[in-house]
Structures are given as C-alpha cells and as structure tokens.
C-alpha cells in the first residue's frame, strides 16, 4: 500500500514562492495519476492541479500561471512549485491520486499560510 506524506508548507508572504513536495513510500507514484488538492477553513477540498502517467497536466484555473506540478521518479515524489503566493491560496495542501474518489483516504496534508 502506497503511503503519502505532504511537506514544505509554510508562512510566506503576498508574492512569495514555496515548493511543495509529496513523498510516496510502498509503490512507485510514475504509474499513476497524482493530484495536489486543496482546503482552505470553512470550504470544500478542491484539485488545485494533476499529472497523469504521461505528464500531462492540469490546472484550476485560480492558479494557472502561477502554480507548477512536476513528479521526479528518481526521488518518486511529485512536488507543487508555487509562484505569486496569494492570501486566497492559503489552505492544508493535500497530494493523492487523481481523480481521487469519495472513499479516498487522505494524510495530514500541509499548511500553507500566505499573509503580510
């Protein structure tokens, strides 16, 4: 069973970068589609972007152009690099397969807090 662990969330303020980095152990991630998704307080669990086995990959659309995603099978990890950090974008970060189902289970995610 494959385990994923979320890190590299932090405090940054309006503007700034961070790399998020999701770590699977027990399986290889390039065989499936991944996901990094997203809660921020009082709202729902969204995709914020994914990467299929091809490399292909998508966006919401709140963060084209500013977001990132890229999977390393070599450290078999697939990480969110994020550019122009906005205050809208702060939430627990969340990785797992893509699409994820309703039963899916999730980690402890990471935080991403954007503030000034």
């Known amino acids: 069973q494959v385990r994923l662990v979320e890190s590299g969330g932090g405090f940054v303020q309006p503007g700034g970068s961070l790399r998020l980095s999701c770590t699977a152990s027990g399986g290889p991630l390039r065989f499936a589609a991944m996901g990094w998704y997203r809660q921020a307080p009082g709202k729902q669990r969204e995709m914020v972007a994914a990467?299929?086995?091809?490399?292909?990959?998508m966006y919401a659309d709140s963060v084209k152009g500013r977001f990132t995603i890229a999977s390393d099978s070599a450290k078999n990890t697939v990480d969110l690099q994020m550019n122009s950090l906005k205050p809208e974008d702060t939430a627990v970060y969340y990785c797992n397969l893509w699409p994820a189902g309703a039963g899916a289970s999730w980690g402890q995610g990471t935080q991403v807090t954007v503030s000034s």
């Open positions: 990467i299929t086995t091809q490399e292909h990959t």
